[in-house]
């Protein structure tokens, strides 16, 4: 077996390898940039929540319109987002903090989705629905995936500025007047767009790594934030191919493949990174002992 | 630190001076909150283990004469409504379009056990989570297993020579139903990898009815005649069944009869009707499949010349569409494997969801 049809092969002989490599990079190049704003932000658990939120919305889509697309998407959207705004105007107006009224919100709506789930007697295909199937990936999934991606790596285009300000001094935005709180509004609409396209892919609770992970992994490399989103998206990207040849050579299911993939990339980085990586902070380390023990050594002469 | 964790108890007690007054009401108003909800939950306790037997006992026993039985899930309620007849009031646990693999028992169907009489299973490791049902339900009627005397098929058999279980059950046709229950009789109850979907075959069919008819007479010997009247009637019904579908299905060249479903659900069946079923292992779980499987499943597909592909109902159908467009194969339409439909579709009753699944399979195996 040499390396061409051990890379690339089964892309050629195989239609579902290569709408799954689609879709995964399509889903990859729009999460990795959005997971660098929730990592600058500290909201890192937020999109967990944030992919519990979007339940009871499917729930609903798929109890009134069947399998329907549409139907589910629109349904995640909507109580996505409610969510999101219940749970931001919660913690603004009460001591709860946002990582508190977050958990109350998704832990709310992960009970409602699953009474509604298991309310319809036709609950079979939902459980399929809800983890996502990379490898299952029809025509209407992959046009979702690839349209969200685009719409939300031209919105980050055109946000970017603001974003970035909210992130690093949210006191001259709000001075500044109403910019920043529209600007967050728009970043979780994308958040929540990302999360319902991406559980098509990977499923619920997957489609967070990819979010989140090659985001992590990006920040021990680089230190702008243009060029950390840029090798967040790369990172997941490769993380997508991998872990398809893995589930392919090594008959393990896809997207757990995709996700250890991209976990692997983010130890790498802890381990190797020049910006705070361990390996870096031992060397420093060491040789700050070393100069210690000159001068000691200098002086003591 | 002690003020602080338990302000939001004290309310508005920030002022150090006021310390240590603050602490103790909030550790007392700590200790009143949780030993009321303490005692909150012990009188749900006592509640709930006064309330339900004194509940079962007295719906019991305002029956209306009827026998109250328990089917586990839609095929045996179906079976049992065209035995029991007018003669038993029945519930089924895990009713029509509901899969009895993910099934969690609620409080309505612990009642509805606990107040039956009868209770039909189909055994062969089918309803895993019945012991504990029963336990809880505090069941203490009959229980009749409806697959006793089936002659049980592994889960590992799908593959090799469907051509040799077929001749069997043909020989066990014509030796007749007692014969047949008679075989697998005492058969042992390690139920580990045995293939529990014995309904697939009406010839099991006939047994299962004739198991309900003698159960329900037992438990209730006023009406034995009528049961056995209507569980013969229904009998030469199945034998009429399984008749026309081997002579239809006989008809076609065994080369075509090659059938290839996500759920090893049908092995009873092609052992039966003589029609290979690749069980599309890897796939056939709710578990998501590798990438592996799938393409073994689509060189398989081309090797064997599969003509139907059979998303059942539930199954991996993403993944199946997938595998069906990359080999050019044109899925099938729906088999049900392990439930009913709703009323009012041709597959609500047993009877019907043969003749939807076998009529499905001929369309696929006459298509050109």
């Known amino acids: 077996m040499d390396l061409w049809s051990l890379l690339a092969q089964p892309f050629i002989d195989y239609g579902f390898m290569r709408r799954a490599l689609a879709g995964a990079l399509a889903l990859a190049f729009a999460a990795g940039p959005l997971g660098v704003f929730l990592v600058l932000r500290r909201l890192s658990l937020m999109g967990d929540a944030m992919a519990h939120a979007i339940l009871p919305g499917v729930a609903v889509g798929f109890l009134t319109a069947g399998l329907s697309m549409t139907a589910m998407t629109l349904g995640g959207m909507v109580t996505g987002v409610a969510v999101a705004v219940l749970a931001g105007l919660v913690s603004r107006m009460t001591p709860l903090r946002e990582d508190a009224s977050f958990a109350a919100f998704y832990l709310v709506s992960l009970g409602l989705g699953v009474l509604l789930v298991s309310l319809k007697g036709t609950n079979m295909d939902l459980i399929h629905v809800l983890f996502g199937t990379v490898l299952g990936l029809g025509d209407a999934a992959l046009i979702l995936v690839t349209v969200v991606s685009s719409v939300t790596l031209l919105a980050l285009a055109a946000l970017l500025r603001v974003l970035a300000m909210e992130c690093l001094d949210p006191g001259f935005l709000r001075a500044e007047g109403r910019a920043g709180a529209w600007a967050h509004i728009g970043f979780l609409l994308l958040l929540v767009m990302n999360l319902v396209a991406g559980f098509q892919v990977l499923g619920t609770l997957m489609v967070v790594g990819i979010m989140m992970l090659p985001a992590t992994a990006a920040r021990f490399w680089v230190r702008p934030v243009g060029s950390q989103m840029v090798l967040a998206a790369v990172l997941g990207a490769l993380a997508s191919y991998a872990g398809l040849l893995v589930s392919y050579h090594a008959d393990v299911p896809a997207s757990p493949a995709i996700i250890l993939g991209a976990g692997a990339i983010h130890f790498i980085s802890v381990a190797f990174g020049p910006h705070g990586g361990i390996l870096l902070a031992v060397r420093e380390a060491r040789a700050r002992r070393a100069r210690l023990l000159q001068s000691m050594k200098e002086r003591s002469q | ?368």
């Open chain 2, 1 to 368: 630190m002690m003020q602080e964790r338990w302000s939001f108890l004290a309310g508005p007690a920030r002022n150090r001076a006021r310390a240590t007054v603050a602490r103790r009401r909030a550790v007392e108003r700590f200790q009143q909150v949780f030993l009321r909800l303490a005692a909150g939950a012990v009188c749900a306790v006592a509640l709930g283990v006064a309330a339900a037997p004194q509940v079962a006992r007295a719906e019991g026993a305002a029956g209306d004469g009827r026998l109250p039985v328990v089917a586990s899930f839609s095929i045996l309620g179906d079976i049992v409504r065209q035995v029991g007849g007018d003669d038993v009031r029945l519930d089924v646990l895990v009713g029509p379009m509901r899969d009895a693999h993910t099934f969690e028992p609620t409080p309505k169907d612990a009642r509805a056990l606990g107040q039956a009489r009868v209770l039909v299973v189909n055994g062969l490791g089918f309803e895993s989570w019945m012991p504990r049902l029963v336990e809880a339900a505090g069941f203490k009627g009959r229980t009749i297993e409806a697959s006793r005397g089936v002659q049980p098929r592994r889960l590992d058999d799908g593959e090799d020579g469907p051509e040799d279980h077929a001749h069997e059950d043909h020989a066990h046709e014509e030796a007749g139903g007692g014969a047949h229950a008679d075989a697998g009789h005492g058969h042992d109850h390690d139920h580990g990898g045995v293939d529990p979907h014995a309904w697939q075959d009406l010839a099991n069919g006939v047994i299962y009815a004739r198991n309900i008819a003698r159960g329900l007479a037992d438990a209730d010997p006023a009406h034995a005649s009528a049961y056995q009247a209507r569980a013969e009637a229904y009998v030469r019904k199945l034998r009429q069944a399984d008749a026309e579908w081997r002579r239809k299905l006989d008809a076609i060249p065994a080369g075509r009869r090659v059938l290839a479903t996500s759920h090893d659900a049908f092995g009873y069946f092609g052992a039966a009707y003589g029609i290979e079923v690749l069980s599309v292992v890897g796939l056939s779980s709710e578990a998501e499949p590798s990438a592996r499987a799938m393409a073994d499943l689509v060189a398989r597909i081309r090797a064997h010349h599969v003509r139907a592909l059979f998303l059942e109902q539930g199954g991996n159908a993403r993944a199946l569409r997938q595998v069906a467009a990359e080999t050019g194969v044109k899925p099938g339409g729906a088999l049900y494997a392990d439930t009913l439909d709703l009323p009012g579709h041709e597959a609500s009753t047993y009877l019907g969801m043969f003749r939807w699944n076998t009529e499905q399979l001929l369309q696929a195996f006459e298509a050109p």
